[in-house]
């Protein structure tokens, strides 16, 4: 018999069996995955370029009779040449399946949770993960999973980040949270910001600060010497976007050996899959294919600000793969739909911050031509 | 600078703001992955069969460019054709890293971690995860790792399950614990428990059971029926070892959607990588492949039983894909050496219950043969 069958009240009984922590939750949305053919695919960030083509050549060469093995389960030659490029030691790095799984191994080794006793606690600053507000809106429900309180702090209307002088009046902001967590470059915003700004943050922090760098690849700069100079600072970052392996799940962190071993001891025993560490380490030998890429998407990315900029889209500054921009006309939402319609999707977040705002990641030159073209047919009605 | 040439004392404070209860673990510790080219691996349970021609034509026929986008969230097409397999539905299914991902989640889903303070509380059994031993060593790890209590509870000399009438005689196990871990056929013991006694066994918790099946290929009977009949009840299931993608880190369970709806609300958002998506589904469609495999490992195993049996090896019956035995001569720790000098790997754990024994994976007849050989070599000094 099905389980599916049980009788309801079964059903509701088995349901207590789960934490009320779990039951309450709102699981994080990823972005659609579409199945329909033909949409153009504008909503997740994805690079629109392949990986290189030494990339597919090792990894189609490493498909055969080793798949049966288990992986090297400290990706330590993976780590090796990240160190070699970070110019640290493999001590100083971790790699994860997906940087997401470093993100939820962080909340998890150093926020507590809080005691689940009806009376709320006062929140605790070492049961605290901080965040600002838009950003990457998977850290609330890592911290809520966890049992963590969260401490959400808004950006400035700008998107840009505030001042400590403006933290320090503003009252709720924690300097001893036991985890910050800083999207740089920003997401939603595709904001960039200053590292002597993160700099004086980090040292303003009493906890762990995760600046979480998915996009860097796409800035003008970035804070990878702050995890190698700060024992408290780690650095996030992922080869899904720059380098177009989404679909193998690599990211890693660097920081200081101490807080990168508290990671190793917690993450799942084999946590990177073995054609996805192989793809990483061949991608490292050809950045100067990913390189050429980053132009290119810099170089769309530029023509597609200036377009809607003329078809009185207001768009924000952008240090990342994607642009965001506040549509004229029509609210958000309805522009979401009506170029679902147009066969191209990008993203719309319901948060109030950015809900005036669509997320459209650059895609090739084509792509953001078809869009700009798409734009054109609806604003003509 | 590089954080590791840090003062020792900074390097001590950065250390505190690690959580306590992660400071404290052991980590599991896997089985090693030589480096040295020749040995014969015996230690780490993989298959010694290639995935199928099919399967590897089909990873490699996806190794491309979309390896640039994110892979379905939930594993959709693979939860469908298992679903299928089993007679289920697709909501009675969650796909994860491995099936160690899902037993981390497990823990995560149904035990509630313990107050931190330093007054131990009494184990409450929503805090109680609760296993026999000796069996898969991840479990207290899993359990520390969140911060809930433990209960090991022993098996009988020889290994079999304790009967329910034993159980409530023994007074420490839980009735009530949140969630029974049950390795069945077991590791590293090699036996199969008889479905009915599982099923009393099932009936008699109040909280959440999971038989972990991760041998189960190799055995006479699967629990598997019981996952879909009882809501409480899960089955762990993997690709790993019987169809010989440890590589790429497939497991699942299968059970109520309630339960299953609770680990997806906790697991990471793209949790299993593309390449294993697909490598799964195409395993799928060449089940006679491996079912042939299965039969080979089987005589093998019945092969080295006997030959090891002359020996005067104590041999353990075993339903898995190794064996697990007491040599005679020289104390296990000492074989585990011998055996590695002769370029032949197996696992010894110093566990107290099993510190006597060797577990020795079947793989090939041209590796048992090997091992044999090599004993005798051994036994001759």
Redesign the interface.
């Known amino acids: 018999?099905?389980?599916?069958k049980?009788s309801s009240n079964?059903?509701i009984?088995?349901?207590q069996?789960?934490?009320p922590l779990?039951?309450a939750?709102h699981?994080?949305v990823?972005?659609e995955?579409p199945k329909i053919k033909g949409l153009i695919?504008l909503n997740?960030n994805?690079?629109?370029?392949?990986?290189s083509p030494h990339v597919?050549r090792t990894?189609?060469a490493a498909?055969?009779?080793?798949?049966?093995?288990?992986?090297?389960?400290t990706a330590e030659r993976l780590r090796e040449k990240l160190a070699n490029l970070h110019?640290?030691?493999s001590?100083?790095i971790i790699v994860g399946?997906?940087s997401?799984?470093l993100l939820?191994l962080a909340v998890?080794?150093?926020?507590?949770?809080q005691?689940?006793s009806k009376i709320q606690p006062p929140k605790l600053a070492k049961a605290t993960v901080q965040y600002f507000t838009p950003s990457y809106s998977?850290y609330p429900v890592l911290a809520e999973?966890h049992?963590a309180a969260t401490n959400a702090v808004p950006l400035k209307s700008d998107f840009s980040l505030p001042g400590l002088t403006e933290l320090t009046r503003l009252r709720h902001w924690d300097f001893n949270a036991?985890l910050t967590l800083v999207t740089t470059p920003n997401a939603p915003s595709g904001r960039g910001y200053a590292i002597t700004e993160l700099e004086a943050l980090c040292l303003a922090q009493r906890?762990?600060v995760v600046l979480d760098e998915a996009y860097v690849d796409f800035a003008d700069a970035n804070a990878l010497p702050l995890?190698?100079?700060h024992?408290?600072v780690l650095v996030a970052r992922t080869f899904?976007k720059a380098y177009?392996?989404?679909?193998?799940?690599v990211g890693y962190f660097v920081?200081?050996?101490?807080?990168i071993g508290?990671l190793?001891?917690?993450r799942?025993?084999?946590?990177v899959?073995?054609?996805?560490q192989i793809?990483a380490e061949a991608t490292l030998t050809d950045l100067a294919y990913y390189r050429a890429n980053f132009r290119r998407i810099i170089a769309t990315r530029a023509g597609l600000d200036r377009e809607l900029t003329k078809l009185r889209f207001q768009v924000l500054p952008s240090q990342t793969n994607f642009i965001l921009v506040r549509p004229p006309q029509f609210p958000a939402e309805v522009w979401l739909n009506k170029l679902r319609t147009n066969k191209i999707l990008v993203r719309w977040f319901r948060a109030p911050e950015v809900r005036d705002y669509l997320r459209i990641t650059t895609g090739t030159q084509a792509e953001a031509e078809a869009l700009v073209r798409a734009v054109k047919k609806i604003l003509e009605g």
């Open positions: 018999m099905c389980a599916t049980l079964k059903s009984r088995v349901g069996l789960v934490r779990v039951r939750l699981p994080y990823p972005g995955q695919k997740t994805e690079n629109p370029y392949p990986p597919l990894v189609k498909v055969d009779g080793r798949l049966r093995l288990y992986p090297n389960p110019h640290c030691r001590e100083n399946n997906g997401d799984e939820a998890r080794a150093f926020a507590e949770p005691s689940k998977l999973a049992g036991a906890g762990i995890a190698l100079k024992p408290h899904s177009s392996l989404c679909f193998q799940r920081g200081h050996p101490e807080l508290a190793h001891k917690i799942d025993s084999y946590n899959n073995g054609l996805g793809a």
